[in-house]
C-alpha cells in the first residue's frame, strides 16, 4: 500500500510516471514516435533536476524505453547517478536500467567500480543483491579483474542469499578473468557442502558449467558429486549433476559401473511421473515406448517395473485413458513374451477382468487367447508361482467360457488337453479341465447339426482318451474335476452311440451368461417384507478369528460363515465399515462393473438382466489385425481414425461458422488437440455443454450490508446499465460508515487488480490509508474468476449525517481472456440516504413520553395520501424501511422511534384514516428529520 | 542462458534479459529476427529449434511468448522447465498474471527474473524463497518510501 502512497504522491509532482508513459505509448497507437519523443524530451528536463526520486523516475521510463528499441545510451551518466543513490528504491531502479542498458562498451561502466564495491559491502543484504544482479548482466574484464576479491569474499557471506549470488556471478567472473579462477576455486568446492540448498545448487551448476569446458580437471570431484547425487532431492541439480557425469565417464570408465544404482532409482522416479501424465491422447504413444524400454531392458527387476507401470497406467480409473480395448489386449498379449516375469498373475487378472467388462471385445480376446493356448509351449518355461504361464489360467477361462466366439474350438479343445498341460500348476488345470468341458458342450453342439455323427463321437473319444492324465493328477481339485467330466463323457458317449441328440442338455450344463453387475444393482431389487438386512442371522465371531489362513478358492471367493448374537442395533461406523469393506470387494471382483463416469447410463426402473449395464462399445475398427505384434498397427489405426474425425470435426466447424457469420460469434482459434477433442474409438460418453458463444457483459454487482443491524436502502448499480436493488447501509460509530461491496463477476473472463475509488465529498471521505492522496484509489484485496462474488469492506468518514449524498464513484479493473486482457472502468454512484445514519433502537414508552416531554425536540408532520394498505404492513415498511421500531401501537394510531450514529432522537406519531396517513415527527435535528420525512414520502409514493 | 525474451503475438517485446555482452544494434537484430521466427511457426511445432548456433526454447502462455536462447549442450527441457518457473513465479506475485501486469510493471517482473536467474543460471529453485526476497526488498522499498514522503510532506 505504501508503494502506491507515493506513486500517488510522485503523480502529482511529475507530469508522468512509469504507468502513465505505458497508458500514453497505448493510446498512441498512431502516431507512437511523435508521442514518444515528446516524452523523451521531459525526461530530459526531468533527468536536469536535482531531486534523486524525478531522476529514478526518469530513468525508470528510460528502460522501458531502451526495452522498444529506443536509444538511451546520453543517459548512462545518470544512470550511475541514480545507481549511487543511498535510498534502495532507487537504487533497484539504477541497477535495473544499468543490467539493461549497459554493456562491454558503455565508458560510464569505469565510474561504478567503486560505487559497486561500496554496496557490495553494504550491511543491507539487499544492496549486496542488487548490486550483484547487475554486476551479472555488464560486468567487463575490468570490473572482473577489479572486484574479484570482493565477490570471492561475499561467498562466505553470513547470509545464504548473498552467497548464493556471489557463487553464481563467480562464474561470469572467471569467463572474463581467468586468473580469478586458481585462487578462487578451494572456496567455491567447499560451497558444494554448503548447508543451504540454493547455495549448493548454485555452485553445482557454476563447477558443472566449468567442468563442461574441461571435463579433466574435475575428475577428482566425481567422488564429492556421487555423493551429491545421491543424497539431493533437487531435480535441477540433478540434472546438472548427471550431465558433468555425461562429460567424466568417457575419461574414467569405472564411473559408468557405480552410476547404474543411482540412475536406475531416478529412472523410477520419472516412471511415477509417467502415472500422472496419461491421457487418451497420448496413452498409445507412451505405452509404445514403454514396450521399446520393456524389449531393451537388461535385468528382469527393472523389466517387471516396466510391466506393472504399463498395466498400472492403463488400468488406471477403471481404464479411463484406454481408446481401444483391442489395442489392450494385444499389448497383454505382448507382454506374455516377456521370459522370467514375476507379474504373471496380474496380466491374466488384466486379460479376464477386460475380457468380461468389454462385451464387444470378446471375440477379439477369444481369437487372441486361442492362440495362447495353442502356443503354451512358449509360455511354460517359467513354471514358478506367479510366472508367467499364469496367463494361461485366463487363457482358458476366456476360451471356454465365451466359447461361441472361437473360430475353431476343435483344435483348442485339442490345445487344452496336450500332455504337457499336466506339468503345469495345479490351479490351472484345473481351469483347463473345466473349461475343457465347456468347450466340449461347444463343439459337439456345432457338430451335432451336421449329417456326419462320427464327428461327435469323435470329440468325445478325445475327451476320453486324455482326460485319464488328469485324473491320475496329484492336485486334489484337478483329479476330482477330471474324473466327474471323465464319467460325464463316458455316459455321453454311451447315448450317442445310441444316436441320441445330447448336444442340447450337455450345453445346459454350462448355460447361463456371467454378466457383470452394476455397484448400485442391488439397490433395484426390493427387500421382500418382513426381511431385516440389519439383523443378525448367526452370533458373530470372536474378534480373534484370524481369516487369512483362507486357502485360496478358484471359481469363487467363499464367505466366511460367521456367528453373532442377534443384534437389532447396529451402529453407523459399523455399517460404514462394512459398506466399505463392500467396495472393497467389488472393486476387486472382476465381475463388478465400477463406478464411473463413463459407466453412467440411464437405468430404467425395471429390475432384470437386459438393464445391467455392460460397457458397450461401437466398434469402428476392424476386428483383426493380422501379425502377433500388433499394438503398434493400433497406434498406427487410432492414429488415422483421429484424423478422420478430426476432418470431420472441421468440416462441421466450418459449416457451424458459415451458420455464425451472421452473428456476432467470436471466431475461435483452433489451437492444438485437446484431450475433450478425442473421442474413444469404443463407446464415448462425455457430455458436453455448450457454452453460448457470446460471452455475457460484465455485470458487477454492487451492495451494501449493514455489519451491526438491519438493513436500510440498497442501491446496486449494475454496469452498463444502472439498476436499483436491494443494499444495506451500515452504520458504525459516530463518524464512520462501513460499506460492504459484494462483487459479482458475471461475465466469462477473469478479473483483476480491481481499484474502487470514490470520489469524496466535503462531508464524506472514503478512508484511505495513512499517507495516501485524496484520489487515489483502493485495491479490492481479491480478484474473480468467472461467477464468483466476494465482499470487500470500505469505511468512509461523515461529517455531518442530516442530508442524504450521493458520491460518485469508479471501479477499474482489469479483464483477463485467453490470450488478451483489457483494462475497463466502471462509474457508480453510492447514495447515502438518511435513513442510513438511522439505527433501530427499541425504546420504551416511559422513556419515549420524557424524551417528548423534555422540549428539546422540533417537531415536523408530512402527510400521506393514498395509502392502500393494512396499517401494520404500513408500520411494518417504516420499521423495514426506515429503521424505527414501534415504541406502543394503539387501534390506528402508533408511536415509533429511531436513533441516528451521531445520537439524534427521531421520534413519530403515526395515524390513518382511510387512506389517508399522517405522520407527525419530532427531532433534535429538524434538516435530518425533513430528509428522513421526505424518505418515507418516498417509500410510499413507490408503492 | 544467453538470453531471454517475453514478447506479445503482436510481436512487441515486452521483455528482454541478455546475459551476454552485445551492443544495442546486435540485440535489436536479434530479437527482431527471433519474433519474426517464433511468430511465423504454427501452434503444434516443436517449442525447440536450432537457430544460428544456439537452440531456441519457446513457450507460449496466453498472449505472451516467452523465449530463451541456451547454448548447444545445455538441456531444452530444463530450460522450458525453467521458462515454466519464472512464469509460475510471476502468476504468483500478481496473482494470475496477465500481460498488462509485466506491462505496467516491468521492473518488477525484471526483479523477479533477477532472483531467479543469475548470470543466465538458475539461482534458486525454491518459489518460496524467490517470492520471499522479492516481498522484503518490496517492503524494504516502501520503507524507504516512507521516509522519503516526510521529506516531501510539506507538499501537502
Redesign the interface.
Known sequence: M??K??KG?ID??FDKN??DL?RGIRNHKEDEAKYISTCIDEIKQELKQDNI?VKANAV?KL??LQ???Y?V?WAAFNIVEVMSSS???YK??GY?AA??CF???TDVIMLTTNQIRKDLSSP?Q?DT??A??GL???V?PDLARDLANDIMTLMSHTKP?IR??AV??M??VFLKYPESLRPAFPRLKEKLEDPD??VQ??AV??IC?LA?RNPKNYLSLAPLFFKLMTSST?N??L?KII?LFGALTPLEPRLGKKLIEPLTNLIHRALDLLYGMVSKKNLMEIVKKLMLHVDKAEGTTYRDELLTKIIDICSQSNYQYITNFEWYISILVELTRLEGTRHGHLIASQMLDVAIRVKAIRAFAVAQMATLLDNAHLLTGNMQRNGICEVLYAAAWICGEFSEHLENPIQTLEAMLRPKVATLPGHIQAVYVQNAAKLFATVLKGQEGNTDSTAAQETSQLMIDRLPLFVQSANLEVQERASCILQLVKYIQKLQQKDVEVAEEVSALFAGELNPVAPKAQKKVPVPEGLDLDAWINEPPSESESEDEQPKAIFAKEEPKHSRPRHTEVDEKELARRREARKQEQANNPFYIKASPSSQKVYQDTPGVEHIPVVQIDLSVPLKVPGMPMSDQYVKLEEERRQKERAEKKKKEKKKRKEKRSGRGKKQDS??ESEEDITPAHMVDIVTEEMPENALPILILFYFLSVNILLTEMIAFFWPSFKVCDIQGNLQDGSQVVVSVIFENKCDS?L??MEFNVLDSLNSKLQRPE?S?PHDGLTVPF?LPPGVSNEARFVFTVQSIVMPQKLKGTLTF?V?N????T?EKLDFKLHFTCTSYLITTPCYSDAFAKLLESGDLKGSSVRLEGVNMPFHHLLARICFHHHFSVVERIDSCASMYSRSIQGHHVCLLVKTSGQTVSIDAKCDEPTLLGNVLDEIKQTFSQC | MQFMLLFS?QGK???????V????KER?KISRDLVQTILARK??MCSFLEWRDLKIVYKRY??LYFCCAVED?D?EL?TL?IIHRYVELLDKYF??V????I??N??KA??IL??FL??G??????KK?VLK?IE???L???????S??DG?SW??
Request: aromatic share 12%; net charge neutral.
Open positions: 505504501a508503494l502512497i507515493v504522491s502529482r509532482m512509469l504507468q505505458v526520486a525508470c528502460t522501458y526495452m522498444l528499441g536509444d545510451s535510498k534502495f528504491t533497484r531502479i535495473l543490467s539493461q554493456h562491454e562498451s543491507n539487499y543483491g542488487v550483484l544482479t551479472s548482466c555488464f567487463t542469499y548464493k549470488k553464481l556471478i562464474y561470469k540448498p540454493g545448487s548454485a551448476n557454476v558449467e563442461r533437487n535441477w541439480v540434472i550431465k489451437g492444438p477473469f483483476k487488480s499517507g492522496g480478484q482489469i483477463k485467453e490470450d488478451s486482457s483494462h | 503475438r517485446l515486452r521483455l528482454q534479459k541478455w546475459y555482452p552485445l551492443s544495442d535489436k501452434p503444434k496466453a498472449s549442450q538441456n530444463i522447465e496473482g494470475s496477465c500481460e498488462l501486469d506491462i505496467f516491468f521492473e525484471y526483479f533477477d532472483e543469475l548470470g543460471e538458475a539461482q534458486e529453485t525454491s524463497n526476497a522484503q526488498a518490496d524494504l522499498q516502501e520503507v524507504s518510501m516512507l522519503s514522503i516531501f507538499l501537502f
